[in-house]
């Protein structure tokens, strides 16, 4: 069982910055595919951005060049640094861990991101 707890969503102006934090308890965290999501209301839940230990990183094209994927398996945390933001950003974000052998996804608790001027 992994828990995960995500935390650094909030109100920002277009062009600002926001770093997504999401903290994992249980489990071998290093061995781990990592990632965010995001959903807006009525629409499906779509990939980010993920992480498999290697690493081997993958963006959205609409992220790519302005988002950062990043764990730190010392502190068993990922991270989304997320720099020029745009209003089409504005979403739920939902961290997850995928365990090895699995199709399993663990998944966060979500955190809003605004992005408004």
């Known amino acids: 069982q992994v828990q995960l707890v995500e935390s650094g969503g909030g109100l920002v102006q277009p062009g600002g910055s926001l770093r997504l934090s999401c903290a994992a308890s249980?489990?071998?965290?290093?061995?781990?595919?990592v990632g965010w999501y995001r959903q807006t209301p009525g629409k499906q839940r779509d990939l980010v951005a993920s992480?498999?230990?290697?690493?081997?990183?993958h963006y959205s094209d609409s992220v790519k060049g302005r988002f950062t994927i990043a764990r730190d398996n010392a502190k068993n945390t990922m991270y989304l640094q997320m720099n020029s933001l745009q209003p089409e950003d504005t979403a739920v974000y939902y961290c997850?861990?995928?365990?090895?052998?699995?199709?399993?996804?663990?998944w966060g608790q979500g955190t809003q991101v605004t992005v408004s001027s």
């Open positions: 992480d498999i230990p290697g690493p081997i990183t």
């Open positions: 249980g489990g071998a965290f290093w061995t781990y595919t």
């Open positions: 997850y861990v995928r365990v090895p052998g699995t199709n399993f996804n663990y």
